[in-house]
């Protein structure tokens, strides 16, 4: 299973775009990479997920480097709302999903 | 996409007793997963829960203390069981995207455990 590295913290202030980097460098080549956010007392929900290409959905962007060892999630315009603890997961072929420390992002109003 | 139902959504327990989690998907799904939340912190996979075989444990976590059941594709039990307040935390079930993953997985709300 490939260990994701992401800062603790991050701040932004609403209405702007946050970039959130996670650092997967032992990814295999078929792992995709996944994104979730837990908001306060809620499960974990999905954000997005990719394999090579960046991908794109309602909720948020996702950036891909070339040699795969890293990511970066985007969120266009961040929301009160957007407010949550952000993890990067590789998981391995059988499906598990195993979580770092993810990002503690906070939104100034 | 898959809809999960955890219960109870939290508890107060006695240090000794032992709780059961259970866990319902509204559709049939191979693999199910339990976490582990403690106070603060991120989640650590407990066990795959394998229908049709024994849970696969990772490392840290032994039968004894966290049995698990999957009797059919869509439920599963977890029970924390001779509980001391380091077991305290929120336990989660999940449902993976699917070998490959290329779909995404699914979380339940979680149990709220606190053990006194």
């Known amino acids: 299973d490939a260990k994701t590295t992401q800062p603790n913290s991050m701040e932004s202030n609403e209405e702007e775009p946050v970039h959130l980097p996670c650092n997967h460098s032992t990814i295999s080549g078929t792992d995709y990479i996944h994104w979730y956010r837990q908001l306060p007392s809620q499960g974990p929900e999905y954000v997005i997920h990719g394999l090579t290409s960046n991908v794109n959905n309602r909720m948020a962007s996702l950036a891909i480097a070339e040699d795969r060892k890293s990511s970066t999630l985007i969120l266009h315009r961040a929301t009160l709302r957007d407010a949550a603890v952000y993890y990067c997961t590789a998981p391995n072929q059988g499906g598990k999903l195993i979580f770092g420390q993810g990002t503690e992002l906070s939104v100034k109003p | 996409s898959a809809v999960i139902s955890q219960k109870p959504s939290r508890d107060i327990c006695q240090r000794g007793t032992s709780l059961t989690i259970q866990c319902q998907v509204d559709?049939?799904?191979?693999?199910m997963f339990w976490y582990r939340q403690q106070p603060g912190q991120s989640l650590t996979l407990i066990a795959t829960?394998?229908?049709?075989?024994?849970?696969?444990?990772e490392s840290g976590f032994v039968i004894d203390k966290f049995p698990i059941s999957r009797p059919n594709l869509t439920f599963s039990t977890l029970t924390v069981s001779n509980m001391s307040p380091e077991d305290s935390s929120i336990y989660l079930c999940?449902?993976?995207?699917?070998?490959?993953?290329?779909?995404?997985?699914?979380f339940g709300q979680g149990t709220r455990l606190t053990v006194v």
């Open positions: 999940s449902v993976g995207g699917g070998w490959g993953m290329n779909t995404e997985a699914f």
């Open positions: 559709s049939q799904v191979t693999m």
């Open positions: 829960a394998n229908q049709g075989s024994e849970a696969t444990y």
